[in-house]
């Protein structure tokens, strides 16, 4: 299949792209309200995204889901800035109406990303035709969404379109399906992981690491109650916008650049961190709770001896997690770390030197696995021992 000259293809991704970013930049400028721009400030990654993906890997299927995504979100959040700035309009409550659509069209991409990530294809008679009834509910979803008898969701008119009420019952039900085609897709997920290749698998552990931070930090943040002030407001905000970038860039290196990095280390040295801030904040909370009921009238020494405790604390949990966290997460790494210690021991028992040069080849040739390997040793160390082949000042 042609997709037709590299220049023209790159100018086209990225038009459509500015104007999508155009858009939800509009929304971040002139927001119908604080919400609204946060939201449209955590979906500007997912054009670029897609945009980047498909210039560098043309026809690529994740690049053109996460298109689908970015035009979902660009549609959805330059109609409500459209229909709310001109309310008064006849107009704005049918495009209100229509613009509904867009919805479960943005969730069935993402969703969708489960079942093609990072093959473009669906493997296994079980998860196509999981996929395929997952899309027809998505489909009526989006008829029944521009007839649903219930208040338009944004201004909360009343539907023009409105049909009879056994439609806002199908609606609700259908939203309630979703949830089995997400559980299905991550397990199809799961079980490419486990049949795939290391490079598949590579790309997937990039997929689930920005999955796993956009659904981390959504979860902390509902914890946080609507009405609390600052700085607990601008945080939550922050966390939304880290969450969603973090998944389509991590896409984008999943698809482009996934040899690049180490992923593994990225993942345990998140993990770690994750798990010291929250065992730490559970100490200090837990210090200052006790200390304040047994001197009630030492609200300041509570705190000294609170913030004293965590700051000991900090450092020997860190590591102490940090090998926990690399035994299941980053395995070399963690072997690395058994070998060098191994080594340390046995440099410290006296050895001939030719055994000496023995063991630093062996834990050379462990640790970094190299093509060839040789120890040069002066005549004052080597004594009469021949040189291996491949041993030399060259080696």
Known sequence: MSHGTPAAWSVWHYSWATIVVAALVLNVLWPISTGYAVWALSMIAYPLAAAVILVNRPGNRVGRVLAVVAVAAGVIFVGSWVFTTWTTRTWSVYLEAITGMAVPVLFWAVLTLLYIFPTGTITGRFFRSAFIGFSLVVAALDVLAVFNPEPLPVTGRDNPLAGPAWISLLYDTGIVVLLPGLLIGCWAAVSRYRASGFEVRLQLRWFMFGLVAVTCLIAVITFIPQTVSSPWEEISNVAVVVGFWSFPVAIVIAITRYHLYDIDRLVSRTITYALVVALLMATYLGLVT?????????????????????????????????????????????????????????????????????????????????????????????????????EGPGS
């Open 290 to 390: 006790l200390i304040t009921w047994l001197l009630p009238a030492q609200d300041s020494v509570a705190v000294a001896a609170s913030t004293l405790s965590v700051a000991a604390l900090f450092n020997p949990l860190r590591k102490r997690l940090q090998s926990v966290v690399n035994r299941r997460f980053n395995r070399f790494a963690y072997h690395a770390e058994m070998v060098s210690e191994e080594l340390a021991r046995k440099l410290r028992e006296p050895r001939p030197s030719d055994q000496l040069a023995d063991l630093w080849r062996t834990t050379v040739e462990d640790v970094l696995q190299p093509s060839r390997v040789g120890v040069w040793l002066t005549d004052g160390l080597a004594g009469d021992r021949k040189p291996r082949p491949g």
